[in-house]
């Protein structure tokens, strides 16, 4: 008798948590809008060509996010960037890890395109570390810290490859698939940036907040195939396991 109640109080804990979450229909359309325009943006900056440098680092990178339609506005005498986005991260195999989502907020951008107020961003995170950082939490970046985002180089040289060695996550803007503010600068566009975890979809798409969709295993998360297609591509067209600009350095210098 026991037994029995001890089994039913169980089996009606299980009905009550799996009932609990359900995906929201809302959210899982903004969610595949999201990442339909993320996988949009990222065929875009593939276009670029095989040869060229920021190519060559979406192929090193240990983890890809993309922006589409950061918005720039203007609240009293500072100048705010605010968007949401997408980032898949490599397992240790080597292959891409389940979709997230993410939201950005950055304070005192310069963009040097007047008039612009949209823009997209491909952020690049280069190395353990910085996955790291992404994978415990929201990540804030400053142009003068230990964690600075880096806009990516465009042309190739003595310049790229010293900027490379300390680089742990790039940047990379486009208007309309073509890469805008670009080249060797020393100031950054994002003079404070912060990438957040958006939990509030995490949940509402996949169930879980974002530390454990990054931690779950795969075969317990239900991923809807549109939103599957971000990770796809990466899948299609990087190479199946990343090498840090880090140990390219150290290997052509040799």
Do not use: C
């Amino acid at each position: 008798m026991f037994k029995t109640i001890h089994l039913l109080k169980i089996f009606a804990v299980f009905i009550f948590v799996t009932s609990v979450w359900a995906q929201n229909p809302k959210e899982l359309a903004t969610g595949v809008q999201r990442a339909e325009k993320s996988t949009e943006i990222l065929k875009q900056f593939a276009a670029l060509g095989a040869a060229s440098l920021p190519v060559e680092y979406l192929g090193k990178a240990k983890a890809v996010a993309v922006f589409p339609g950061l918005t720039r506005v203007n609240i009293l005498l500072s100048e705010l960037t605010i968007g949401n986005g997408i980032v898949a991260i490599r397992e240790a195999d080597g292959q891409w890890g389940v979709p997230a989502f993410l939201g950005l907020k950055a304070q005192d951008m310069n963009l040097k395109i007047a008039g612009k107020k949209t823009f997209d961003a491909v952020i690049l995170f280069m190395d353990d570390e910085a996955v790291g950082w992404l994978k415990k939490g929201d990540v804030g970046f400053t142009s003068d810290g230990k964690r600075k985002m880096t806009l990516g180089p465009v042309i190739g040289g003595k310049g790229a490859e010293e900027l490379m060695q300390a680089a742990k996550v790039l940047y990379y803007t486009l208007d309309k698939g073509q890469l805008i503010d670009t080249g060797l600068s020393t100031d950054s566009l994002f003079k404070a940036v912060a990438v957040v975890q958006d939990n509030n979809m995490n949940k509402s798409v996949f169930g879980l907040r974002t530390k454990q969709l990054f931690s779950a295993p795969e075969a317990s998360i239900k991923i809807p195939k549109e939103i599957e297609s971000y990770r796809a591509f990466l899948t299609e067209n990087t190479p199946k396991s990343a090498t840090s600009p880090e140990a390219n350095q150290t290997t052509s210098n040799q």
